[in-house]
Nanobody
Framework: VQLQAFGGGPVQAGVSLRLSCAASERSLSAYNMAWFRQYPGKERESVAAIRWNDDSTYYSDSVKGRFTISKDNAKNTLALQMNSLKPEETAVYYC????????????????????WGQGTEFTVSS
């Protein structure tokens, strides 16, 4: 499956932003999906994940209650709705896919990701 994330750009702190990830060649309904982010000089860290068969979700503690991961199987897209953005969340965001055999928890580790999309970057200014 090929993934392409988009929706980045400059935003002000406190506003909302929605990232999207378009899948091609395969249906994303067959994969566990996730969003990661990467700060300069740091490893990619998990933001949210969603399970392929029942839409169970996982969120990192730092975004829980503010971010929502969702997918539209008909449009073959993954989304990340982000509310109340903070300047420290300026990063490159990546969508990712993992084979169904992997657990939802395993999708929080970059080592267990099977497919990465190109990142989309946004800057949150104070």
């Amino acid at each position: 499956v090929q993934l392409q994330a988009f929706g980045g750009g400059p935003v002000q702190a406190g506003v909302s932003l929605r990232l999207s990830c378009a899948a091609s060649e395969r249906s994303l309904s067959a994969y566990n999906m996730a969003w990661f982010r990467q700060y300069p000089g740091k490893e990619r860290e998990s933001v949210a994940a969603i399970r392929w068969n029942d839409d169970s979700t996982y969120y990192s503690d730092s975004v829980k209650g503010r971010f929502t991961i969702s997918k539209d199987n008909a449009k073959n897209t993954l989304a990340l709705q982000m509310n109340s953005l903070k300047p420290e969340e300026t990063a490159v965001y990546y969508c990712a896919a993992g084979v169904p055999l992997r657990s939802l928890v395993s999708m929080t580790s970059p080592d267990h990701i099977d497919y990465w999309g190109q990142g989309t970057e946004f800057t949150v200014s104070s």
